[in-house]
Protein backbone atom coordinates (compact mmCIF):
# COMPACT_ATOMS: atom_id res chain seq x y z
CA UNK A 1 0.00 0.00 0.00
CA UNK A 2 1.69 3.48 -0.65
CA UNK A 3 0.50 6.72 1.16
CA UNK A 4 -1.54 7.59 -2.24
CA UNK A 5 -4.39 4.86 -0.98
CA UNK A 6 -3.94 5.49 2.84
CA UNK A 7 -7.56 5.34 4.54
CA UNK A 8 -6.82 9.41 5.69
CA UNK A 9 -9.74 10.45 8.29
CA UNK A 10 -12.50 13.56 6.90
CA UNK A 11 -10.90 16.88 8.02
CA UNK A 12 -12.95 18.52 11.19
CA UNK A 13 -13.78 21.69 8.94
CA UNK A 14 -14.87 20.44 5.86
CA UNK A 15 -15.61 16.87 6.47
CA UNK A 16 -14.30 15.18 3.76
CA UNK A 17 -11.50 13.23 2.97
CA UNK A 18 -8.22 14.50 1.77
CA UNK A 19 -6.15 13.29 -0.67
CA UNK A 20 -2.49 12.88 -0.78
CA UNK A 21 -0.57 12.89 -4.29
CA UNK A 22 2.85 12.61 -3.34
CA UNK A 23 3.39 16.16 -2.23
CA UNK A 24 0.28 17.74 -0.48
CA UNK A 25 -2.92 17.17 0.61
CA UNK A 26 -5.74 17.96 -1.58
CA UNK A 27 -9.09 19.20 0.20
CA UNK A 28 -11.77 20.33 -1.56
CA UNK A 29 -9.88 21.27 -4.71
CA UNK A 30 -7.56 23.22 -2.22
CA UNK A 31 -3.53 22.08 -1.45
CA UNK A 32 -2.70 21.74 2.28
CA UNK A 33 0.55 20.80 3.43
CA UNK A 34 -0.55 19.75 7.35
CA UNK A 35 -3.73 18.61 8.02
CA UNK A 36 -4.92 19.85 11.50
CA UNK A 37 -7.24 17.54 13.56
CA UNK A 38 -6.67 19.39 16.87
CA UNK A 39 -5.66 18.55 20.33
CA UNK A 40 -6.45 19.04 23.94
CA UNK A 41 -4.46 20.09 26.41
CA UNK A 42 -1.50 18.42 27.19
CA UNK A 43 2.41 18.71 28.73
CA UNK A 44 4.43 20.52 26.03
CA UNK A 45 4.58 24.06 24.43
CA UNK A 46 6.26 25.18 21.33
CA UNK A 47 8.75 26.96 23.20
CA UNK A 48 9.64 24.32 25.36
CA UNK A 49 10.18 22.31 22.03
CA UNK A 50 12.16 24.91 20.51
CA UNK A 51 14.56 25.28 23.06
CA UNK A 52 14.97 21.82 23.65
CA UNK A 53 15.96 21.19 19.88
CA UNK A 54 18.47 24.25 19.80
CA UNK A 55 20.48 22.89 22.60
CA UNK A 56 20.20 19.31 21.64
CA UNK A 57 19.92 19.52 18.17
CA UNK A 58 20.33 16.90 15.98
CA UNK A 59 23.88 14.94 17.44
CA UNK A 60 23.28 14.65 21.13
CA UNK A 61 25.04 11.49 21.96
CA UNK A 62 21.93 9.52 23.86
CA UNK A 63 19.64 11.90 21.16
CA UNK A 64 21.66 9.89 18.10
CA UNK A 65 21.63 6.67 19.65
CA UNK A 66 17.84 6.63 20.62
CA UNK A 67 17.34 7.15 16.54
CA UNK A 68 20.04 4.28 16.02
CA UNK A 69 17.60 2.15 17.99
CA UNK A 70 14.01 3.53 16.37
CA UNK A 71 15.80 2.51 12.95
CA UNK A 72 17.09 -0.88 14.06
CA UNK A 73 12.89 -1.54 15.24
CA UNK A 74 11.47 -0.24 11.68
CA UNK A 75 14.33 -1.18 8.99
CA UNK A 76 13.25 -4.63 8.83
CA UNK A 77 9.84 -4.30 7.76
CA UNK A 78 8.93 -4.47 3.87
CA UNK A 79 9.46 -0.72 2.16
CA UNK A 80 6.03 -0.37 1.41
CA UNK A 81 4.74 -0.64 4.89
CA UNK A 82 2.75 2.83 6.60
CA UNK A 83 4.92 3.79 9.43
CA UNK A 84 4.00 6.79 11.95
CA UNK A 85 6.18 9.06 13.80
CA UNK A 86 4.66 10.10 16.63
CA UNK A 87 6.02 13.53 18.44
CA UNK A 88 7.99 13.75 14.95
CA UNK A 89 8.91 17.35 15.85
CA UNK A 90 11.33 19.06 13.71
CA UNK A 91 11.87 15.74 12.15
CA UNK A 92 14.93 14.49 12.94
CA UNK A 93 14.24 11.04 13.74
CA UNK A 94 12.73 11.54 10.25
CA UNK A 95 15.48 12.88 8.68
CA UNK A 96 17.59 9.38 9.75
CA UNK A 97 15.35 6.79 8.51
CA UNK A 98 14.60 8.90 5.00
CA UNK A 99 18.57 8.72 5.05
CA UNK A 100 18.84 4.89 5.61
CA UNK A 101 15.72 3.63 4.19
CA UNK A 102 14.58 6.62 1.30
CA UNK A 103 12.08 4.19 0.61
CA UNK A 104 9.85 4.26 3.59
CA UNK A 105 6.27 5.34 3.91
CA UNK A 106 6.21 7.90 6.65
CA UNK A 107 3.23 9.92 8.13
CA UNK A 108 4.60 12.89 10.54
CA UNK A 109 2.40 13.47 13.59
CA UNK A 110 2.53 16.16 16.51
CA UNK A 111 0.57 17.78 18.90
CA UNK A 112 2.44 21.19 18.52
CA UNK A 113 1.59 22.57 14.93
CA UNK A 114 4.44 24.92 14.59
CA UNK A 115 7.42 22.66 14.14
CA UNK A 116 4.69 20.77 11.59
CA UNK A 117 4.96 23.82 9.51
CA UNK A 118 8.60 24.21 9.51
CA UNK A 119 9.09 20.55 8.35
CA UNK A 120 6.16 21.16 5.65
CA UNK A 121 8.56 23.29 4.37
CA UNK A 122 11.70 21.58 4.17
CA UNK A 123 10.58 18.08 3.35
CA UNK A 124 8.16 18.66 0.91
CA UNK A 125 6.64 15.05 0.11
CA UNK A 126 6.02 14.06 3.47
CA UNK A 127 2.14 13.35 4.60
CA UNK A 128 2.42 15.59 8.06
CA UNK A 129 -0.84 15.97 10.59
CA UNK A 130 -1.37 17.20 13.74
CA UNK A 131 -3.55 15.47 16.43
CA UNK A 132 -3.44 14.24 19.93
CA UNK A 133 -2.65 10.82 19.90
CA UNK A 134 -5.00 10.33 23.16
CA UNK A 135 -7.81 10.89 20.59
CA UNK A 136 -6.56 9.89 17.13
CA UNK A 137 -8.59 10.51 14.17
CA UNK A 138 -6.77 7.50 12.08
CA UNK A 139 -8.85 4.21 11.15
CA UNK A 140 -8.56 0.61 13.13
CA UNK A 141 -5.84 -1.36 11.90
CA UNK A 142 -3.92 1.08 9.62
CA UNK A 143 -0.33 1.33 10.37
CA UNK A 144 2.50 -1.06 10.22
CA UNK A 145 4.66 0.25 12.33
CA UNK A 146 4.70 3.29 15.05
CA UNK A 147 7.83 4.70 16.49
CA UNK A 148 7.23 7.25 19.83
CA UNK A 149 10.14 8.73 21.43
CA UNK A 150 10.30 10.82 24.54
CA UNK A 151 6.32 11.54 24.05
CA UNK A 152 4.26 9.59 26.80
CA UNK A 153 6.16 11.52 29.57
CA UNK A 154 4.13 14.20 28.75
CA UNK A 155 0.56 12.76 28.28
CA UNK A 156 -1.38 12.95 31.75
CA UNK A 157 -3.66 9.82 29.93
CA UNK A 158 -0.16 7.63 28.53
CA UNK A 159 -2.29 4.67 29.18
CA UNK A 160 -5.14 5.84 26.55
CA UNK A 161 -2.41 7.65 24.45
CA UNK A 162 -0.68 3.51 24.36
CA UNK A 163 -4.05 1.73 23.50
CA UNK A 164 -4.87 4.36 20.74
CA UNK A 165 -1.56 3.37 19.40
CA UNK A 166 -2.71 -0.28 19.39
CA UNK A 167 -5.82 0.37 17.88
CA UNK A 168 -4.22 2.29 14.77
CA UNK A 169 -1.82 -0.85 14.23
CA UNK A 170 -2.24 -3.81 12.26
CA UNK A 171 -1.91 -7.35 13.66
CA UNK A 172 1.80 -8.28 13.49
CA UNK A 173 2.16 -4.64 13.63
CA UNK A 174 5.33 -2.93 16.02
CA UNK A 175 5.70 0.56 18.35
CA UNK A 176 8.92 1.50 18.98
CA UNK A 177 8.48 3.18 22.39
CA UNK A 178 10.91 4.98 24.36
CA UNK A 179 10.49 6.91 27.80
CA UNK A 180 12.48 8.53 30.78
CA UNK A 181 13.56 5.58 32.99
CA UNK A 182 13.74 6.46 36.66
CA UNK A 183 10.66 6.43 38.39
CA UNK A 184 12.11 7.68 41.23
CA UNK A 185 14.28 10.53 39.71
CA UNK A 186 11.83 13.36 38.75
CA UNK A 187 13.68 16.15 39.30
CA UNK A 188 13.51 19.79 38.35
CA UNK A 189 14.88 19.12 34.81
CA UNK A 190 11.65 17.00 34.52
CA UNK A 191 9.01 19.65 35.66
CA UNK A 192 10.90 22.80 33.63
CA UNK A 193 9.85 19.69 30.87
CA UNK A 194 7.03 19.07 31.47
CA UNK A 195 7.27 15.80 32.36
CA UNK A 196 3.89 13.66 33.92
CA UNK A 197 6.61 11.32 35.48
CA UNK A 198 9.30 8.82 34.79
CA UNK A 199 9.02 5.22 34.38
CA UNK A 200 10.13 2.52 35.72
CA UNK A 201 10.23 -0.51 33.02
CA UNK A 202 7.98 -2.97 34.54
CA UNK A 203 5.51 -0.29 35.41
CA UNK A 204 5.83 0.42 31.48
CA UNK A 205 5.58 -3.57 30.20
CA UNK A 206 2.65 -3.71 32.52
CA UNK A 207 0.71 -0.91 30.65
CA UNK A 208 1.90 -2.21 27.32
CA UNK A 209 0.40 -5.74 28.18
CA UNK A 210 -2.81 -4.05 29.83
CA UNK A 211 -4.00 -2.68 26.36
CA UNK A 212 -2.74 -5.91 23.63
CA UNK A 213 0.89 -5.80 23.28
CA UNK A 214 3.52 -8.40 23.39
CA UNK A 215 6.65 -7.34 24.51
CA UNK A 216 9.25 -8.14 22.19
CA UNK A 217 12.28 -6.81 23.03
CA UNK A 218 12.99 -4.16 26.08
CA UNK A 219 16.42 -2.55 27.18
CA UNK A 220 17.47 0.98 28.85
CA UNK A 221 20.20 3.67 26.86
CA UNK A 222 22.60 5.07 29.24
CA UNK A 223 23.77 2.22 31.04
CA UNK A 224 27.00 3.29 31.74
CA UNK A 225 26.45 6.91 32.68
CA UNK A 226 23.93 5.89 34.67
CA UNK A 227 25.37 6.24 38.23
CA UNK A 228 26.42 9.68 37.48
CA UNK A 229 22.86 10.41 36.23
CA UNK A 230 21.39 9.20 39.10
CA UNK A 231 23.60 11.18 41.18
CA UNK A 232 22.90 14.41 39.48
CA UNK A 233 19.31 13.69 39.79
CA UNK A 234 19.31 13.19 43.32
CA UNK A 235 20.81 16.73 43.83
CA UNK A 236 18.48 18.32 41.51
CA UNK A 237 15.82 16.80 43.31
CA UNK A 238 16.69 19.24 46.82
CA UNK A 239 16.26 22.58 44.34
CA UNK A 240 12.63 22.37 43.33
CA UNK A 241 12.09 25.47 44.67
CA UNK A 242 13.70 27.40 41.92
CA UNK A 243 12.34 30.31 40.06
CA UNK A 244 11.15 29.79 36.15
CA UNK A 245 13.95 31.71 34.82
CA UNK A 246 16.68 29.86 37.44
CA UNK A 247 15.05 26.66 35.87
CA UNK A 248 15.39 27.61 32.55
CA UNK A 249 19.09 28.73 32.83
CA UNK A 250 19.60 25.36 34.75
CA UNK A 251 18.52 23.11 32.32
CA UNK A 252 19.77 24.81 29.67
CA UNK A 253 22.93 24.51 30.64
CA UNK A 254 22.55 20.74 31.77
CA UNK A 255 21.45 20.51 28.11
CA UNK A 256 24.72 22.36 26.94
CA UNK A 257 27.55 20.45 28.65
CA UNK A 258 26.23 17.20 27.67
CA UNK A 259 25.57 18.24 23.91
CA UNK A 260 29.05 19.12 23.66
CA UNK A 261 30.62 16.49 25.92
CA UNK A 262 33.48 14.73 24.26
CA UNK A 263 33.68 11.94 26.98
CA UNK A 264 30.00 11.50 26.64
CA UNK A 265 29.97 10.86 22.67
CA UNK A 266 32.98 8.07 23.69
CA UNK A 267 30.86 6.46 26.37
CA UNK A 268 28.00 6.62 24.21
CA UNK A 269 29.54 5.17 21.12
CA UNK A 270 30.94 1.88 23.37
CA UNK A 271 27.57 1.42 24.96
CA UNK A 272 26.42 1.13 20.91
CA UNK A 273 28.55 -0.98 20.27
CA UNK A 274 27.60 -3.42 23.51
CA UNK A 275 23.96 -3.25 22.88
CA UNK A 276 24.48 -5.64 20.09
CA UNK A 277 25.09 -7.84 22.49
CA UNK A 278 23.67 -6.63 25.68
CA UNK A 279 20.32 -5.86 26.93
CA UNK A 280 20.80 -3.06 29.98
CA UNK A 281 18.85 -3.80 32.70
CA UNK A 282 18.92 -0.25 33.50
CA UNK A 283 19.48 3.19 32.29
CA UNK A 284 18.23 6.67 31.54
CA UNK A 285 15.68 5.66 29.24
CA UNK A 286 13.52 2.82 28.38
CA UNK A 287 13.35 1.30 25.34
CA UNK A 288 10.37 -1.23 24.64
CA UNK A 289 9.52 -2.69 21.08
CA UNK A 290 6.12 -3.90 21.61
CA UNK A 291 3.98 -6.29 18.45
CA UNK A 292 0.22 -6.36 18.56
CA UNK A 293 -0.80 -9.93 18.19
Not at 162 to 169: A, G, K, M, Q, V
Given at each position: ?????????????????????????????????????????????????????????????????????????????????????????????????????????????????????????????????????????????????????????????????????????????????????????????????MHHRRYAQSDLLKMAHK???????????????????????????????????????????????????????????????????????????????????
Amino acid sequence: MTLKHFPWPKTPRLNVSPIWNGQTFIIGGEANRVIAYGAETSNRSESLTSMHENFVGTDHPIERMSRQWALKSVRLLPSESAMLDVGCSSGFLIDHILTHLPEAQLIAVDYIKGPLEALARRLTNLPIIQFDIRNCPLPEACIDAVTCLNVLEHIDEDEKALSEIFRILKPGGIAHIEVPAGKKLYDTYDEHLMHHRRYAQSDLLKMAHKVGFKVSYTTHLGFLVYPAFWLVKKRSRLLRGLTHEQKVSRVSGQMDKTHKSKLLQFIFKIENNLSTYVKFPFGIRVIAVLKKP
